[in-house]
């Protein structure tokens, strides 16, 4: 680092791998301390009535959290970041811009997290959505109204790794003067940055890739439009859903591994794919990064690496999926993802068991689907330990 950008480097000269150690983050000038402290504290000291030193309640604004948000805005190129409790709440900020009366288009395919907010919380406030096939711009142009106010989009999705073009539903959006919000949970800003493609506000769970380490839930809000992040600062400190410090500091503690972690996730999620590709027991392979994914050439576009998620389908009854995925060893079954420890799941009887089966086919997601999270172990015990779980639940 520079001398006189004293360890600080938000500043774009400075590489993703740089800047998710460094930016936002100082020594502290009195002591030195290398590492952002962690602020337990709710409230600040006053010089005169009114005058503060910038912090004046926790809520509002606490130097721990400010640091999170400085390395987050860097990270996705942003100008602003906004920390949240969740990337729930992150999402339900986005979703207070709105006014009665709205029209929001997004995917049939979005978080379940995401789908429950928008059709249990905000429809009963006179919100209407339209779920469509995100992957056909087409059919994105044609679900616009006159009221349409937000397109909303996530991409890789759950659990098929469909692939939605960025930059041409943000056009889309913006010819009808609406936002364009892109949940980039599942790629993080090392492999793609949606602002860059036109989007104007990203969120994020920063429970997933960016905490790294499944020990702490948060979302954050970025965007380099300063009026849209006044009023989503207006939001963040009405409504109340902020982190507290630890868990910024937690958070804080993950971005530094970023780049180092997903390369690993991406190429043991590669080799994952392939070796799948190749066994006799599975029909299918959902990876984008598999020339035979239908979203390969737009992901290859729009993103850096194809990421650490991936499903395939077993020629196999929903019982037999389920004796697979209760016989690994070093995946554990579990929801969730984006930690450095290998999760292995099964949508239909468990993240998306809210979807009547005949609508849950319909969409593509069959008995047999299994869903992994690919950690960072050594690939081959991951590869071992599918192979073991095959051999041992599939005997037939
Ligand atoms: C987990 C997740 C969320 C919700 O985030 P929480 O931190 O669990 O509130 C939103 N979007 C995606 C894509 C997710 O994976």
Sequence with gaps: MDDDTNGQSDGEQFRIETRSIHAGQKADPETGALMTPIHANSTYEQDEPGEHRGYEY?????PTRTDLEANLA???????????????????????????GDHVVTGTDVYGGTHRIFTQVYEEYDIEFSFVDMTDLDEIEASFRDDTELLWLETPTNPLMSIVDIEGAAEIAHAHDALCAVDNTFA?????????????????????YLGGHSDVVGGALLTDDEELDERLGFY???????????????????TKTLPVRMDRHCENARAIATWLDDHPAVDRVYYPGLESHPGH???????????????FELDASLEEASAVVSNTEVFTL?????????LIEQPAPMTHAAIPREERLAAGLSDSLIRVSVGIEHVDDLIGDLEHAFETALSS
Excluded: C, W
Aim: glycine share 12%; hydrophobic share 40%; no cysteine.
């Design 74 to 100: 860097s990270l996705e190129g942003a100008d602003y970041g906004r920390a949240f409790a969740s990337g729930m709440a992150s999402i339900n900020t986005v979703l207070n811009l709105l006014e009665a």
């Design 334 to 342: 579990a929801e969730s993802l984006g930690g450095v420890e290998s």
């Design 58 to 62: 926790s809520r509002t604004g606490n």
């Design 188 to 208: 993080t800003p090392y492999l793609q940055r949606p602002l860059a493609l036109g989007a104007d506000i990203v969120s994020h769970s920063l429970t997933k």
């Design 297 to 311: 050439d737009i992901a290859a576009e729009q993103m850096d690496d194809f990421g650490g998620m991936l499903s």
């Design 236 to 254: 963040q400190n009405s409504v109340g859903a902020t982190p507290g410090p630890f868990d910024s500091f937690l958070v804080l503690r993950g």
